[in-house]
């Protein structure tokens, strides 16, 4: 079987690691081993995560593989949404909102909005008790918000301040969970 993006892929198994994606000394990746996920990685009659040695794989390796997948999954999701379109041109063309099938449940599913404007005549056709259900007439709400810094201008301010100033910044910094910045160069 091959899989989109690859003509040259196969499912195909890996000497080392059996296919599983799961060499010894490289982790089941949340118990993903043997799925198809971790099949796709199998390709060109090597495997990407152990390359074929059985070793768990370099930095490199896991970038090369992360840039990969980043580029496949893109190209997929570009093609997923090309399908989509034609699925929509097939039913609309026919003046269906389906397309018949055993193993799969494709619908058209409509999006309806309503101009509020147009509802106004029904002001006068509900009673008072009808209107509190479903009107909520024009308001004008006060907000407090809390104070607020604007952290780039405090920090150029208190460079031009000097070290105290630096230090009550430096103090007030709070260091979040990172995340993954990832581009090719």
Sequence with gaps: MTYPGNANSEDITCPDCNGSGVAPGIPDFEGMAGSPAMRILVTNRYCYLCNGSGAAPTDSALLNLYEVIRVRSEALNSQRHHLQGLLIQRMEA?????????EYK?????RVEYRQI???PLKEIFSER????CFH??????ITYPEHWDTNKVKALAKKHGDK???IVEQAR????????????
């Design 118 to 120: 147009d509802f106004t």
């Design 165 to 167: 100033a630096m230090a």
């Design 130 to 133: 009808e209107l509190a259900t």
């Design 174 to 185: 709070l260091v979040g969970t990172p995340r993954l910045k990832f581009g090719r160069r």
């Design 106 to 110: 494709c619908e058209l599913e409509p």
């Design 94 to 102: 026919r003046g269906a909102t389906s397309i018949p099938s055993e």
């Design 137 to 142: 007439p024009k308001y004008e709400e006060l």
